[in-house]
């Protein structure tokens, strides 16, 4: 059973930064694909960013050239720095990671979510 403790958020003004931590533990196989997700009030889950364990990313559209997310494959931590947050990135960010089991021809992955953090963009 993958753990995974979420750190970083808070209170910020519009243009501000924030810079959030996700450590995942207890992984009985390898860490893929690990992820942020973030859901404002009242709406869904949505895909913010994520990186495969050789680097590659997706980032939502609308956060393109002021989020980035990078990892620490050695400690199994991924890192979201927010640069020019605005009120619309406010939301419960939720960190999750993939827990990759191959036994010869046969992969499993389980999907494994954090409990969240509160970023509040906000004058």
């Known amino acids: 059973q993958v753990q995974l403790v979420e750190s970083g958020g808070g209170l910020v003004q519009p243009g501000g930064s924030l810079r959030l931590s996700c450590a995942a533990s207890?992984?009985?196989?390898?860490?893929?694909?690990m992820a942020w997700h973030r859901q404002a009030p009242g709406q869904q889950r949505d895909l913010v960013a994520s990186?495969?364990?050789?680097?590659?990313?997706i980032y939502r559209n609308s956060v393109k050239g002021r989020f980035t997310i990078s990892r620490d494959n050695a400690k199994n931590t991924v890192y979201l720095q927010m640069n020019s947050l605005k009120p619309e990135d406010t939301a419960v960010y939720y960190c999750?990671?993939?827990?990759?089991?191959?036994?010869?021809?046969?992969?499993?992955?389980?999907?494994?979510w954090g409990q969240g953090t509160q970023v509040i963009v906000s004058s």
């Open positions: 990186m495969t364990s050789a680097g590659s990313t």
């Open positions: 999750n990671a993939d827990d990759v089991e191959v036994d010869g021809w046969d992969k499993r992955v389980y999907t494994y």
């Open positions: 207890g992984s009985n196989f390898r860490i893929g694909i």
